[in-house]
């Protein structure tokens, strides 16, 4: 994104969809469930063979399942279906923040946030020997989140993984498709899977979130995503990651202003070629140049016939005064040269 973005408006209204987040429950939000008192203990990080990796789960009657949490920014970069033969795809999103804030010494909402998935990768790291140092973009002032999800699980992690259903809008080519029919190493199944789609009002004036193709998402969005955390690999090349889940469209209107400056500003950056004007002195009348001109032809020619009678006449003397001590030594040299050519025509 570059200065046409309106970060200002875009920060105010992901904030404002920030603060209606924070109180849906069923979408919990990664800050509201940290501040929690005592979440540590509500939590258990437990380590799954299929795929082999760490997980954070809760558990009630009705079993175990994994934490998957929610937070609100802005679009930043995007890797997006449909496949055509990479392996994975990923998301960085980050706070739309006022020219000139300070988010160290003032927190953004977002930068609170992030502070609370930090919270999230210290739990994970006292009950995940080994782990590696969570990678992060940005920086303090202006932090930002990366999530991703691999298109393909190997199957010698999940052996017993089943393919999914392919959306064809993901992958329009076939190519997931052909590697869950054919490819003995690879799989696309439900650990893979990331649903797209869009928060709309419908004609009673209430909120549903509609599945969308991944292509209408684009950077300068402000999105809600659901994720969770994850710890995978071997020995010394333990990874803490945040798995994406879901990521929902919650206001494109500040892209489309933004797309829109772009193009205004590229139409007043195109250089107008200057047009030629003859000047006034040569503004006059075609009867008058052509008599000029004609003046000009009966003058040189005048001038020419001159020329060329003192040239004989030159040429004359020039044979008589070849010898002659007194002759000009340039002169007699020049004529002395073209007597000689005349003399062999």
Not at 12 to 34: D, Q, V, Y
Not at 128 to 134: A, D, Q, R, S, T
Request: aromatic content about 6%; some cysteine.
């Amino acid at each position: 994104m570059d200065q046409s973005y309106n970060s200002k408006d875009a920060a105010e209204a992901l904030n404002k969809m920030r603060t209606i987040c924070l109180g849906n429950e069923i979408r919990p939000h990664i800050s509201c469930f940290l501040e929690r008192e005592g979440w540590e203990d509500s939590v258990e990080i437990r380590k799954f063979e299929e795929p082999s990796c760490w997980r954070m789960t809760q558990s009630d009657a009705n079993g175990i399942f994994e934490v998957i949490l929610h937070m609100q920014g802005v679009l930043e970069d995007k890797r997006l279906p449909p496949i055509r033969g990479e392996l994975g795809f990923a998301y960085q999103y980050r706070p739309a923040q006022r020219k000139g804030s300070n988010t160290y010494d003032n927190p953004s909402p977002f930068a609170k946030d992030v502070d609370c998935v930090y919270d999230m990768y210290a739990l994970f790291s006292r009950h995940v020997p080994g782990l590696k140092i969570m990678a992060t973009k940005g920086t303090a002032e202006r932090p930002m989140l990366e999530m991703s999800n691999r298109i393909f699980t190997p199957k010698v992690e999940a052996p017993n993984m089943n393919p999914a259903t392919v959306n064809p809008e993901m992958d329009e080519n076939g190519f997931i498709e052909r590697i869950n029919a054919t490819n003995g190493m690879f799989v696309y199944g439900e650990e893979n899977i990331v649903v797209y789609g869009e928060e709309r009002i419908d004609a009673t004036g209430r909120k549903k979130t509609v599945r969308i193709p991944p292509q209408r998402l684009h950077v300068g969005d402000i999105v809600d995503v659901a994720f969770s955390m994850v710890a995978f690999g071997r020995g010394s090349e333990l990874k803490a990651r945040l798995l994406l889940r879901n990521i929902t469209l919650l206001d494109a209107t500040h892209t489309q202003k933004w797309l829109k400056e772009k193009v205004k500003a590229q139409s007043l950056n195109i250089r107008v070629q200057p047009t030629l004007k003859r000047r006034l002195e040569f503004e006059d009348d075609e009867d008058d140049t052509r008599k000029r001109m004609k003046g000009m032809d009966i003058e040189n020619d005048k001038n020419e016939i001159e020329d060329s009678e003192e040239d004989a006449r030159m040429r004359m003397k020039g044979m008589d005064i070849e010898n002659d001590e007194n002759g000009n030594e340039r002169e007699g040299t020049c004529i002395t040269f073209e007597a000689k050519k005349v003399a062999k025509k």
